[in-house]
Structures are given as structure tokens and as C-alpha cells.
């Protein structure tokens, strides 16, 4: 294979969305590296989920190019279009478990359908998942109904990898954790960052979670990406949006 | 490229080690531990595990490694890592680490023997009994506080109830009569043919649609209908909490929800029965006119006269304990939802069930009280 630099995960050009009456979007680009955690910030009505959502094919974008992993994604065959699924894991805002079943049968799921692997080693597999966003194993039996919030975000993000994805999608990682939970999350995010060499792209609105995790954000407004760089730099940006969003923390 | 994708390991004897190739993926490593294992174990105690020819490495792939290392180790086998790279060594390392507690089963839940459910289901019952009179109460308090304030009927929200448990009914509820007034008078008509008692089919038709079908078949839709909507109603409420915030600002929901959806419930339900009679005696008039050859006029004067307004009175009366019983079960089994999108499904599923049921043996009761009166 050629060594030159590799082509970006996800490249956005012209995402239009037209929406309830309203244009959400005018012009979105976008792109995102191999390995970067990418977070989207922006006011709230802003269209950062409505960007997750067209990312991951939940939404039809009314016009523009998305090219994930180098295809485009409106060219694909069903396919190709369920492979491509294969590839990405989302960790919805309110964790989105299957309520009527266990945590350990809620990350077997993906397994089971989708591999023909053993039952034995799809199993440790699972438990493996279940270590790496630390939880107790003991929580493997529990519904996820019986834990705490924390701990269901942690499930979730396990069904997220559960299929070793290149790409993880999370949306509000942090928000309604307390700041402890939410800082130990972060530690996960960058933990499996490295572990799993996962590229993530973030819905966030937490300050501190920012700072600590996303190598580059970019700033939704006016139905654009209003600007895309470290957070850093964002802060200086003399945008009034963009200034006026950091002005009150 | 297939080929160079393919999942592989492999014995190389002549460099005495293992040579792993492809994709260490979760979605190729189908079978690749049973190939392992087939592999005839070498004779050296130190075995090498060669990784220069993996193109992909995740997580399930270091599992698998680990397994194999596993197997070797269990021959006594000495086993080295060659040619990994540092991040894949990490991997590795990080679920070797971790490897004991992957072995964890949860533990099962074991199911209780009969006696304990019966009992268990017994309890269920008599705390949902305890539910409903605790319902009825509160209804009977609200609906006498609201007859000294008028204001708190909720005149607006009894009308939008009757709109969709009466006039939203309206097509259901007459298509369905006149089918049944159809089949009725055609499966009587049958037998009065053979007699040649043709005109009696008005009689016969009419007692049983005024006394019997109507009102049952009346109930059943609105049973299906409404009882079911008032639980996912409410159901939906309470896991939004908002039940919750109308506790919370002192109102009762009772008051706001349940009086109204039972007030509009039984000022329409006699309503839609009368709507049904008319449609069923269509149904039963068309076809006594095209198989038995009883006119209209023929039909509707011996109706008037053998049956007439008292029969249907017998029906109607049943209106409003049909209703009572429809909107008390959708409601009270909206409330008893427990935090979960599942509960909804299985509480309106209950919540028809308990509603026919109910209705069915309020009909029987009715049946009983009728002929001890003797009419």
C-alpha cells in the first residue's frame, strides 16, 4: 500500500440542511483526521447534532457532499452503506441502552449479529469491553435500568466499541454527570483513544471536558463551521459568536 | 488483496514459529481459533508467535492472540511475541491484564418455584385491587369537590374526549354494526326460512341487537380504542415525570386527567350505542329485504311493535358502567407504568385485556339482573 498521507476520516463539503422550515445548515466543511478527537460546540439550535445525525446516515442531508472513510455516502449500495455502519460506533445523549436486556447481552448484540463468532469468545470479548470503560464486572448481569447514570454512559460507550469501530461518535458525553464522573469519562475517551487508535467527533458542551480532550474544535453558528481549531485559540477568536459564547464562563 | 486480507495463522517450520497474517479483526476471526487448534503443537518448549504479516489489529484480534498463547501455555509451552508493534504489544498486554475477570458469568437468576409466584401474583393483585379502590375514592372526592366549583369539570378537556373517544369512533363503530347486523340476520334468517316465519327476522334481529350486540360491540372498540389510549396517555406522562411536576404544583391528577377522560367517556358511550343500534338494524334490514323478501316499512313496523323503545333502554342503561369500567382501567393502568418505554407496551396490552374482561362480566351481571326483573 502507498505511504502517503492518509485520507481523511470524514470530509464534509456544502452540507445543506433544510429542516422544520428552516434552514439549519448553509454551508458546512468540514474534516477530521485519523486519530484527533474532534469536538463540536456551538449555542444551543445551533445544528451540531443535526450534523451528527446527517454524519451517521440517521438523516438525509438536503444537499451537500459527506465522503466518511473516503466513499461517498450517497453513492454507496445497501450494502456497502451497512458495512460502512460497521465501521463507526455512536454513544447516543441518553445512552440509548436496550432497556429489556443486560448490559453484557446489550454489547453481545452487535457480536452476535453481526460475527459468527463462539459464544466463549464473543463473551470475554464483551467482559473486555465492559474493563476497558471500567466498569465492575459485576455490573455485566445488571439491566440498565439498575445503574447510575455514570455508569450507564459507561455502558453505552462499551456497546460503542463493542465492534472495535475506527470511529466514535459521542454526543453530550459528559453532560448531566456530575464533575467527577464527568472528568473519569474524560479519562476514558482519551484512554480509548490510545488504546483502540479510535478517531472521536463530539457533541460537547462541557468546559472542562473540552480542555482536556478534543485536539480541535469546531464552532457551529450561523449555519456554518464558524471557525476549527484548538481551544486554545478558539478562545481568542474575535468572532462576536465565538467570543460571545466564551464570554460568559 | 483478498487474499493478503485473509485471516491466517500458520505453523513455519522451517523458522520454528507461528506466522500470523491479515486482518486481526473482529468481523475475520470466524474460526480462526479452531484452525489453531488443529495446528499439530510443536516439539521445542519455546514457541515464537510471528506478527510481521498482521495488517490490521484490534482489541477481539489481542484476544485471540491471548487465546492462543493460552493453549500453548497449557503444553507447557514457552510462547514469545515477535514482530508486534509497540501499540498492538499494549493491546495485548492491557487484555492480558484484565484477563481474569473476562471469565466472569453473571450470575443467572433462578426462577421461583410455583407456590412463591402464585403467592408473589397474588399480592400483585390485591395491592392493584388496593390501587383501584384508592382511584375510585379519589375520583368520587374530586367529582363532588367539582360539583360545588364548577371551574373544575375542565369543560374544555371533557370535550376533547368525547371528540376522540366518541366522534373519532363514529366510522369504526358504524362500519362494524351494520357487518354485524348483516351476518346476524343472515344466520337467523337461515333458520326462520325453513319455518317460514320470515317477519319474525324484526323481532328476533332487533332483541338481540338493542339488548346484546350493540352495546357489546360498542364496547369492545371503545375498549380497544380508548382504554388503550388513556394508558399510553398517561403512562407516557408518568415516565416524563410529568405526572410528578402536576403533584408538585398542588394539582391533582386525578382531577385533570382522569375526571374528565371519565366524564366524556360516559356522556358519549350511550350515545355511540344508539349509533350502533341504528346501524346494526340497517345491517339487519338490508339483508331481510334481499333474502327473506321483509320490506323496510314491513321490518321497522314490527320492530316498533314487538320490541320497541323499552328493549333498547335495556341496552343503553348499560352505557355508563361500560364506560366507568373503560376509562377506570386504561387510567389506572396509565398510572401504574414503571419508568421503561416496555412497561407502556405491556400495561396497554393489560389494560384491553382487564377492559374486555370487565365489560364481558358486567354484560353477564346485566343478563342476570334482567331476568331476575323479569324483563
Known amino acids: 500500500m502507498p505511504k502517503s498521507a492518509p485520507p481523511p476520516i470524514i470530509e464534509i463539503q456544502g452540507l445543506k440542511n433544510y429542516l422544520g422550515g428552516a434552514w439549519v445548515h448553509s454551508d458546512v466543511n468540514l474534516t477530521v483526521n485519523k486519530g484527533e478527537i474532534l469536538a463540536i460546540i456551538g449555542g444551543s439550535g445551533s445544528g451540531k447534532t443535526t450534523i451528527l445525525r446527517s454524519l451517521l446516515m440517521l438523516q438525509k442531508p438536503t444537499a451537500g457532499l459527506i465522503k466518511m472513510f473516503g466513499q461517498d455516502i450517497k453513492s454507496l449500495s445497501a450494502e456497502d452503506t451497512d458495512t460502512l455502519r460497521r465501521r463507526w460506533g455512536m454513544m447516543f445523549q441518553h445512552s440509548a441502552l436496550f432497556s429489556a436486556m443486560t448490559v453484557l447481552e446489550n454489547i453481545l448484540f452487535p457480536m452476535t449479529e453481526f460475527t459468527k463468532l463462539d459464544k466463549q469468545f464473543t463473551h470475554e470479548l464483551a467482559m473486555l469491553k465492559i474493563k476497558l470503560v471500567g466498569l465492575p464486572k459485576e455490573a455485566a448481569g445488571k439491566y440498565?435500568?439498575?445503574?447510575?447514570?455514570?455508569?450507564?454512559?459507561?455502558?453505552?460507550?462499551?456497546?460503542?466499541?463493542?465492534?472495535?469501530?475506527?470511529?466514535?461518535?459521542?454526543?453530550?458525553?459528559?453532560?448531566?454527570?456530575?464533575?467527577?464522573?464527568?472528568?473519569?469519562?474524560?479519562?476514558?475517551?482519551?484512554?480509548?483513544?490510545?488504546?483502540?487508535?479510535?478517531?472521536?467527533?463530539?457533541?460537547?458542551?462541557?468546559f472542562e471536558s473540552l480542555k482536556k480532550t478534543s485536539d480541535r474544535i469546531a464552532f457551529v453558528g450561523k449555519g456554518k463551521i464558524l471557525s476549527v481549531e484548538p481551544i486554545a485559540e478558539l478562545m481568542k477568536n474575535p468572532d462576536p459568536l465565538i467570543a460571545d459564547y466564551f464570554s460568559n464562563l | 488483496m483478498s487474499q493478503a486480507n485473509q485471516i491466517k495463522i500458520s505453523f513455519d517450520v522451517q523458522e520454528a514459529c507461528y506466522v500470523c497474517h491479515g486482518e486481526w479483526s473482529i468481523s475475520n476471526l470466524a474460526g480462526l481459533l479452531t484452525e489453531f487448534k488443529q495446528i499439530p503443537t510443536p516439539k521445542a518448549l519455546k514457541t515464537i508467535i510471528n506478527g510481521k504479516n498482521i495488517s490490521v489489529f484490534d482489541s477481539a484480534g489481542a484476544l485471540a492472540i491471548i487465546r492462543c498463547m493460552n493453549q500453548l501455555n497449557q503444553d507447557k509451552k514457552e510462547v514469545e511475541l515477535k514482530n508486534f508493534s509497540p501499540s498492538q504489544l499494549l493491546l495485548i498486554e492491557l487484555v492480558q491484564s484484565q484477563y481474569t475477570s473476562l471469565l466472569y458469568e453473571p450470575p443467572i437468576l433462578k426462577s421461583e418455584n410455583i407456590l412463591h409466584r402464585i403467592g408473589e401474583e397474588a399480592i400483585n393483585k390485591l395491592n392493584q385491587a388496593d390501587g383501584v379502590i384508592v382511584l375510585i375514592g379519589d375520583l368520587s372526592i374530586k367529582l363532588f369537590e367539582a360539583i360545588i366549583t364548577w371551574r373544575r369539570f375542565h369543560l374544555p378537556n371533557i370535550v376533547s374526549n368525547i371528540y376522540s373517544a366518541g366522534i373519532q369512533a363514529l366510522p369504526i363503530v358504524a362500519l362494524l354494526s351494520f357487518l354485524i347486523g348483516v351476518v346476524l340476520a343472515y344466520?337467523?334468517?337461515?333458520?326462520?326460512?325453513?319455518?317460514?316465519?320470515?317477519?319474525?327476522i324484526a323481532y328476533i334481529s332487533g332483541m338481540a341487537i338493542f339488548r346484546e350486540f350493540s352495546p357489546l360491540i360498542t364496547a369492545i372498540i371503545v375498549a380497544g380504542r380508548t382504554s388503550s389510549a388513556f394508558t399510553a396517555q398517561i403512562g407516557s406522562m408518568k415516565i416524563n415525570e410529568e405526572i410528578d411536576a402536576l403533584y408538585t404544583m398542588g394539582l391533582s391528577p386525578t382531577e385533570l386527567l382522569v375526571v374528565p377522560k371519565m366524564l366524556g367517556l360516559v356522556l358519549v358511550f350511550p350515545l355511540l350505542i344508539f349509533w350502533s343500534d341504528v346501524f346494526s338494524v340497517l345491517g339487519a334490514m338490508f339483508m331481510s329485504k334481499t333474502m327473506l323478501q321483509v320490506g323496510y316499512v314491513d321490518f321497522l313496523n314490527r320492530l316498533r311493535d314487538s320490541v320497541g323503545l323499552k328493549q333498547m333502554m335495556l341496552g343503553l342503561y348499560k352505557a355508563p358502567v361500560f364506560a366507568l369500567i373503560v376509562s377506570l382501567v386504561g387510567c389506572f393502568q396509565g398510572f401504574e407504568v414503571q419508568s421503561s418505554a416496555d412497561n407502556i407496551g405491556s400495561q396497554t396490552t393489560k389494560s384491553v385485556v382487564q377492559a374486555l374482561f370487565l365489560i364481558i362480566v358486567a354484560d353477564a351481571a346485566f343478563s342476570i339482573v334482567y331476568s331476575w326483573m323479569k324483563i
Open chain 1, 144 to 206: 440498565p435500568a439498575e445503574l447510575s447514570g455514570g455508569m450507564q454512559r459507561r455502558a453505552a460507550a462499551a456497546r460503542a466499541i463493542a465492534m472495535d469501530p475506527e470511529l466514535l461518535f459521542l454526543d453530550e458525553p459528559t453532560t448531566g454527570l456530575d464533575p467527577h464522573s464527568a472528568r473519569q469519562f474524560d479519562d476514558l475517551i482519551l484512554f480509548l483513544r490510545d488504546t483502540l487508535n479510535l478517531t472521536i467527533v463530539m457533541v460537547s458542551h462541557d
Open chain 2, 187 to 200: 344466520q337467523m334468517g337461515l333458520q326462520l326460512q325453513t319455518y317460514g316465519a320470515n317477519i319474525f
